[in-house]
């Protein structure tokens, strides 16, 4: 299947300070992106919806000037965390599509823990 | 909205089948997935089946669609104890002019050795 790598795999940053995560299709070009977050023992939350050259579409109650969503190129994705706070420690996790109606595939996620 | 449902937990001995259910309501959907996470892990991708399938077979797995129901399951042959995890089933559909993959809340298998 095709690869969605996700960088960094963990990440610890002081609380005020920001986060990027970064996600990319290696193999394939990525018309949309989505992003979800995973709290402990829960399931995903789709946080945004991304498709590239666009504004991101975010889930209700997603601040999008706290996470700052950008899908400047076919192959990469990037999620920033502006001014994290311990509340944002959590499990992110990216998925990629080529097209409409295509299979999803997913990076191997970003445990962020803010201090 | 779309909605994926899964039990919260299954126990089964080392060696016997696992089955894991999961229904949906979007009769839209087109892809449906199984994921697999390990503790402190990432979604590992197990297999996915496109809409108009019945069932697929891939090695120890095997995904049957009931599609009139809106029901998935997915059974492990010869059930190991690496097999330990939460398994999530998934569904893609389309909202708003925006495609969504919407997962269910996981079912953690416990293997007994």
């Known amino acids: 299947g095709a690869v969605v790598s996700q960088h960094p795999s963990w990440v610890i940053c002081k609380s005020g300070t920001s986060v990027k995560i970064e996600c990319r299709s290696l193999?394939?070009?990525?018309?949309?992106m989505f992003w979800y977050r995973q709290f402990p023992k829960q399931s995903l939350m789709l946080m945004a919806t991304?498709?590239?050259?666009?504004?991101?579409?975010?889930e209700q109650g997603v601040e999008k000037d706290k996470f700052l969503i950008n899908h400047a190129s076919l192959t990469l994705s990037t999620l920033t965390v502006t001014s994290a706070h311990p509340e944002d420690s959590s499990f992110y996790i990216c998925?990629?599509?080529?097209?409409?109606?295509?299979?999803?595939?997913f990076g191997q996620g970003t445990r962020l823990t803010v201090v | 909205g779309e909605d994926v449902e899964q039990s919260l937990f299954l126990s089964v001995r080392e060696g016997d089948s696992s089955v894991i259910n999961c229904t949906y309501t979007?009769?839209?959907?087109?892809?449906l997935y199984w994921y697999k996470q390990e503790p402190g892990a990432g979604l590992q991708l197990l297999t996915y089946?496109?809409?108009?399938?019945d069932m697929k077979q891939d090695q120890r797995l095997t995904v049957l669609l009931n599609k009139k129901d809106k029901h998935l399951s997915l059974r492990i042959a010869d059930t190991q104890t690496g097999d330990s995890a939460i398994y999530f089933c998934?569904?893609?559909?389309?909202?708003?002019?925006?495609?969504?993959?919407?997962f269910g809340t996981g079912t953690k298998l416990q293997v007994i050795p």
């Open positions: 998925s990629a599509r080529s097209g409409w109606n295509t299979e999803a595939f």
């Open positions: 193999d394939f070009q990525a018309t949309t």
């Open positions: 991304s498709n590239e050259g666009s504004k991101a579409t975010y």
């Open positions: 979007d009769s839209s959907s087109t892809y």
């Open positions: 089946i496109f809409s108009n399938m």
């Open positions: 998934a569904e893609t559909s389309n909202s708003g002019g925006y495609q969504k993959v919407t």
